[in-house]
């Protein structure tokens, strides 16, 4: 039986203890060599709008690794990729991290898959979900979507999943249409097919999601009593907010909700690699965050408190700069 979940937040003496047996876990050698010597470190670029910048400020600093990228969908591609030994490090969601650990079947629903592959680097801020409304539509609330028409982003994905569950715990019965794109929501949008879309709170440049903006399209809150309900059912479903002038005309921080991300690694790779990682995760974040809006709240005291065990490297990592302070 998998452990009860603890506040995710929490950095305590249970954290602390955490933190002290990962520290002595296994960890195997380093990735395979590539032609020029360099140790090859593959990087999964789901969650694009960070892991891209990410991964380019790895190659930056850390130049004595070959770093490769394939690109991923959601949280399902990362951990199956990690398991299978296909990816090294990638980008997921705090929930999807824990159900793949703890949980008797896969992420992906894949049965037989050693989940205790998979370790933790970081945990991030959480991936908001933003309601952009059309227009003129009279839309302000999330009870205001009864019976509208809403583009959500493609099956199984986190945007998607995490619409489903603002729509159920308000009681909204609506008609729902998954797309195949961001741009397809938006197109939607302006040609009125689509009263409200769900997007994932990504903060980076975006020509059409602008456009829809300029010509009346606004954010509206997800927030009231039945986010009790939400996130008692969904302990993983974090209270998050929009900063303020994401959009022209958005002179107000608007309350949402969202999932903790979290950085993952395999389990095998090697220590060192994963303190460098670690550690310059930290260093660059003020490249990274002039990138990703919501990156300006990563908060160094909470980022040891992954869903799943750190691995060794990111212990280490935690544990000295917490005696250095």
């Known amino acids: 039986m998998p452990p009860r979940i603890a506040p995710i937040r929490a950095v305590s003496c249970l954290l602390l203890a955490g933190l002290l047996a990962t520290a002595v876990a296994a960890c195997g050698g380093p990735p395979e060599p590539a032609p020029g010597g360099r140790p090859t470190l593959r990087i999964m670029n789901a969650f694009g709008p960070l892991s891209e910048p990410l991964t380019s400020e790895y190659?930056?600093?850390?130049?004595?690794?070959?770093i490769q990228t394939t690109n991923g969908v959601d949280s399902n591609n990362v951990i199956e990729a990690l398991q299978a030994g296909t990816a090294d490090v990638g980008i997921a969601l705090a929930d999807a991290a824990y159900a793949a650990y703890w949980g008797?079947?896969?992420a992906d629903g894949a049965k037989g898959r050693d989940a205790s592959l998979i370790r933790g680097i970081s945990l991030l801020q959480p991936l908001a979900a933003y309601v952009l409304v059309r227009a003129n539509s009279g839309i302000h609330t999330i009870a205001d979507l009864q019976g509208k028409n809403i583009g959500l982003g493609?099956?199984?994905?986190?945007?998607?999943n995490l619409a489903y569950l603002v729509l159920d715990a308000f009681d909204v019965t609506a008609n729902v249409v998954n797309v195949r794109s961001r741009a397809d929501g938006i197109t939607g949008l302006q040609t009125k097919r689509f009263d409200a879309i769900f997007l994932p709170g990504y903060t980076y440049p975006d020509d059409l999601t602008?456009?829809?903006?300029?010509?009346?399209?606004?954010?509206?809150?997800?927030?009231?009593?039945?986010?009790?309900?939400l996130r008692w059912n969904n302990p993983f479903v974090r209270v998050a907010m929009i900063p303020r002038d994401i959009y022209p005309g958005q002179n107000q921080i608007i309350p949402t909700v969202g999932i903790d991300m979290v950085v993952l690694c395999r389990?095998?790779?090697?220590?060192?690699?994963v303190y460098d990682l670690t550690m310059e995760l930290f260093n660059a974040y003020p490249q990274i965050s002039g990138v990703e809006a919501l990156l300006r709240f990563l908060n160094f005291n909470e980022a040891p408190a992954t869903p799943i065990p750190l691995h060794a490297g990111a212990a280490r990592y935690f544990r000295e700069r917490e005696v250095a302070r």
């Open 210 to 229: 602008y456009s829809a903006v300029k010509e009346g399209a606004y954010l509206i809150p997800i927030e009231g009593p039945a986010l009790e309900r």
């Open 59 to 66: 190659r930056k600093r850390l130049p004595y690794l070959d």
């Open 267 to 273: 389990r095998d790779l090697d220590e060192p690699i």
């Open 104 to 106: 008797p079947d896969r």
């Open 154 to 160: 493609p099956k199984t994905t986190s945007s998607s």
